[in-house]
């Protein structure tokens, strides 16, 4: 099997370079010939050395959180059945410059459902829920043509017998919500309910789906799985630059030549996905700023691109990797203008249940509305100010907190934008 990173040359717009060799879309056959179901093999075997491996592979939850994915499974595994297991394959992708999950489920829906079914018999877990985007209907379409065939084939009922019950594996498009992709949110759904966030704890480990221990990863993280189980911790660690571990899908977009989805190492400098991958800046201006991790997150400028994409590098920086969506703005485009508009999301997508977060998104977006078409006064900017020192840590899940994050960071950089465009 050949590694799953490849070579990455200038490429044209839209190209886009996922885990190479399982780019086969849903036809089994070429998922089998590319090395197909040697991952599954392995974990029917030995489950607990599934586990170990994905431990000494340091890998991460590549759908933001960056949390190490070892403990989530160690949690759901010292877990008794009650009386079952779930596992969520969290395919809600939706947040504004995220496009990376819906290509893995579009082109490579095999190493997606091979990555769960390990993951399924390395913690136990008998029941597979994809949870996806409903709006992503290529990767709907594919997924459907995928399970179909896994349902024909030999795999449900030998790794039902690995597992000692049935092992299902069940499609659930989403509610089309951004606040759906929230973990616990994501157990309401399943549930068949208004996906809201619950509080933790419980924590899903514990107590998840009807109460049964719950696993949920996402997508791209569980694209990983199949190649530690084959070629070992290793061998993943190696492809990373350190601290990263392994490979990230970087969706890369804004004022960029050749916006994309770009598998490189993990830790790859920011610089070099911009102007090596990503051809420089459509507009020929220098950069003025990136989104790291998308709207929910943190600011670099100019000064930070040289900066490690990796989780802990970017933290150390005040920043996020995220989902690893990088969205480049040049000189001359309007801090507050771009703002406005990620809180005008963040209040949209508020699911309303905590007040400090309906009414403070809401006012957020309304200020930042009123600042960016020259009504605004310096009372409104020492609201937004206030409400930034306010709000983190008040709502019960974190859309408030990246909400804030944005804001605050924003101010941090590019303070004076914000006073220029008083009235
Ligand atoms: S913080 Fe906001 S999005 Fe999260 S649960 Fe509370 S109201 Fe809903």
Known sequence: MEPLIVETPPVGASQVLLHAERRVGADMERWRSAGGGAAVARAMQDPAAIREEVRLAELRGLGGSGFPAWRKWEAVAAEAPKPGKYLIVNGNEDEPGTFKDRLLLEETPFQVIEGAVVTALAVGANRVMFYINPDLTRSLAAMKAALKQWHSSEFP?????????????????????????EETASLEWVEGRFPFPRGKPPYPAQSGVHGCPTLINNVETLANVPHIAVQGAAWFRALGKAPGTGTKLYSLSGDVLYPGVFELPMGTPLRELIFTHGGGLLSGKPPKAVFTGGPSS??????DLDVAMDFDSLRARGANLGTGAMIVISEGTGIVKRVAEYERFFAHSSCGQCNSCKVGTATMSRLLDRIDTGRGTAADLTTLENLCAMLPGSGRCHLIN??????????????????????
């Open 157 to 181: 009922v030998q790794t039902s017998a690995a597992l000692g019950m049935p092992l299902e594996l069940v499609l659930l498009p989403g509610s089309g919500h951004y606040i759906g992709g």
């Open 298 to 303: 943190t600011l670099l400028t100019a000064a």
């Open 402 to 423: 990246g909400a804030v994050q944005l804001l605050d960071s924003a101010f941090h950089h590019f303070h004076d934008e914000f006073k220029q465009a008083l009235r």
